[in-house]
């Protein structure tokens, strides 16, 4: 079954403590996204990734990383979780064979930072 | 750089009348790409339908049309014959043409009344 997994689903964490929520898919797609969203703000894109090691910024990129060495992974690393980190997280990939790049999400991951 | 607007954070609609969604969006690029996307309790994001800029005729999906006013840039969705199964948050979204920069609107939550 053609899918974007993320994992964890859920996790409750402290200030400060590093995490690393991952992101894979098994379509062969050369981009990947990750985006947050919080209520009244809609998905707000984090980073991108156009290829294996290209990567870009989007528009909330502080204090997130991110690194593609692997085509089907996109890992996105939070150094030093703070509360307004708190948020769901969605993985999306799509493929640079379609002209529209139609987007297929993951299930997202609902982080908490206390 | 690009902005999507929705004006209308809630909405309702009667089961099997139709509803219009808006949405209006600013970019500088000529060759883009529209989406509406649908998020119901399950939080997964579901592509509902698609419009390219260059094509002139409006984009349909079975129940699901657009009514894009290019020259407006507006990116309205109708739901015709709406069904319980709508009620979710519709979220707009605009990607310009060979880059994967996409943002999206802050949500319109459909209420679907029996």
């Known amino acids: 079954e053609a899918q974007v997994t993320q994992n964890p689903r859920y996790l409750i964490t402290v200030t400060g403590k590093k995490l690393t929520v991952t992101c894979s898919q098994n379509?062969?797609?050369?981009?990947m996204s990750w985006y947050r969203q919080d209520p009244g703000l809609g998905l707000r894109q984090i980073y991108y990734s156009m290829n294996v090691e290209v990567t870009d910024k989007g528009d909330v990129p502080e204090g997130y990383k991110v690194s593609r060495k692997e085509k089907r992974n996109f890992p996105l690393i939070l150094e030093s979780p703070s509360p307004n980190q708190t948020s769901l997280y969605f993985c999306?990939?799509?493929?640079?064979?379609?002209?529209?790049?139609?987007?297929?999400f993951g299930p997202g991951t609902r982080l908490t930072v206390l | 750089a690009q902005t999507v607007t929705q004006s209308q954070p809630e909405m309702s609609v009667q089961e099997a009348e139709t509803v219009t969604l808006s949405c209006t969006y600013d970019?500088?690029?000529?060759?883009?790409?529209l989406f509406w996307y649908k998020q119901p309790p399950s939080r997964q994001m579901i592509l509902v339908i698609r419009q390219e800029a260059y094509k002139q005729q409006n984009a349909t999906e079975n129940r699901f049309s657009v009514n894009f006013q290019k020259a407006a840039k507006s990116f309205s969705l109708k739901i015709s014959d709406s069904q319980l199964g709508d009620a979710a948050m519709y979220f707009c979204?605009?990607?310009?043409?060979?880059?994967?920069?996409?943002?999206f609107g802050t949500g319109t939550k459909l209420q679907v009344i029996p």
């Open positions: 979204a605009s990607r310009p043409g060979g880059y994967q920069k996409v943002t």
């Open positions: 999306a990939s799509s493929s640079a064979e379609r002209l529209d790049n139609e987007q297929f």
């Open positions: 379509m062969n797609h050369e981009y």
């Open positions: 970019t500088s690029e000529s060759d883009y790409y």
